[in-house]
C-alpha cells in the first residue's frame, strides 16, 4: 500500500469548494462596494457561503484523519509528543493568517472587522482534535456523537445574543455583531468532527472502503486538483485580486483602495 499517495476527490472536491468561494466573495463584493445590489442576508444567497464553509470544514476533518492514519501506520510515533507539535504548527501558522486578515480589514474595514474568521477557526480547530484522531481508531463512533453534540450546541446558542464579546470565539454571540466573517467554534468545531469519523468510514486504514474509478488524468479534474492543493494561499489572496480586477475595470473609484 502507497502511503505517500494522495486521494483525488477530496483534492478536487476541495477545488470545487475554492471556485465556489471565489464566486461567492465576488458576488459579495459586487454588494459590499455599491456596484450591484444583491440581499446576500437571505435566501439562496444566505445559505450558499454557509454550504461552501461546510464542505471545507468537512473536508479538513477528513484530511486531519488521513494525515494521522498515514503517520500512525508508517511507524512515525517515536514520540507522540513530537509529532503533536506538528499540529500545533499548523494550527498556530494558520491561526496567525486569520490574524493577518484580521489586521488587514482592521485598517480598510473597521467597522466589519473581523475577529474569528474562518481562518481562526481552522486554526484553533486542528490543535483541539488532535487527542480525538487517536479515539477515531479506538472509539469508532465518539468523533459522530461529539459532532452532534457540538452542532446542536452551537445551533442552540444561535438563538441567543450576550452582552459580553469574551467567548464570541466558542459560540456566544454579542449583541450587535457586526463582521465580514464569524465562525465560533461551536457549531463548526462538530462539522468537522464529523469529517474525521467520515475519513475513518471511508478512508479505513489509509484504503477507500468503496469503489470509485479513477478519473484523475482527466484534464479539468487535475484543474481542481491544483486548486484543491492551493486551497490556502487561494483563500490569501483572492480578496485582494478580485479587488483588483474590480477597480481596473472601472467599477470601483480610487477612495476604495
Not at 63 to 88: D, I, P, W
Not at 93 to 104: D, M, Y
Not at 128 to 156: D, E
Not at 240 to 250: C, D
Amino acid at each position: 500500500m502507497e502511503l505517500q499517495k494522495r486521494f483525488w476527490e477530496i483534492d478536487f472536491l476541495r477545488g470545487l469548494a475554492i471556485i465556489m468561494m471565489v464566486s461567492y466573495h465576488f458576488i459579495f463584493d459586487l454588494n459590499f462596494f455599491g456596484i450591484y445590489s444583491l440581499n446576500i442576508f437571505s435566501g439562496f444567497l444566505w445559505f450558499f457561503p454557509r454550504i461552501v464553509a461546510s464542505i471545507f470544514i468537512f473536508l479538513v476533518g477528513i484530511s486531519l484523519y488521513l494525515s494521522y492514519t498515514r503517520a500512525e501506520m508508517s511507524g512515525k510515533f517515536v514520540q507522540e509528543r513530537n509529532f503533536f507539535y506538528k499540529y500545533l504548527k499548523r494550527g498556530v501558522w494558520i491561526f496567525s493568517l486569520g490574524l493577518l486578515i484580521t489586521l488587514t480589514t482592521w485598517i480598510f474595514v473597521r467597522a466589519d472587522l473581523i475577529i474569528f474568521g474562518i481562518l481562526q477557526f481552522i486554526g484553533l480547530a486542528i490543535i483541539l482534535q488532535y487527542p480525538f484522531l487517536r479515539f477515531n481508531w479506538r472509539y469508532k463512533y465518539l468523533n459522530l456523537v461529539l459532532g452532534l453534540i457540538f452542532i446542536s450546541a452551537g445551533l442552540y446558542l444561535s438563538l441567543f445574543t450576550f452582552n459580553f464579546n469574551e467567548f464570541m470565539w466558542l459560540g456566544f454571540i454579542p449583541q450587535n455583531l457586526q463582521t465580514l466573517d464569524y465562525f465560533p467554534l461551536l457549531p463548526w468545531l462538530g462539522v468537522m468532527s464529523l469529517g474525521i469519523f467520515m475519513g475513518g468510514f471511508f478512508y479505513q486504514n489509509y484504503n477507500r472502503t468503496f469503489k470509485i474509478p479513477d478519473m484523475s488524468q482527466f484534464s479539468l479534474v487535475r484543474l481542481f486538483n491544483f486548486l484543491g492543493k492551493h486551497s490556502l494561499l487561494i483563500y490569501v489572496i483572492h480578496q485582494p485580486i478580485i479587488i483588483l480586477f474590480l477597480y481596473f475595470s472601472g467599477f470601483l473609484n480610487s477612495s476604495f483602495l
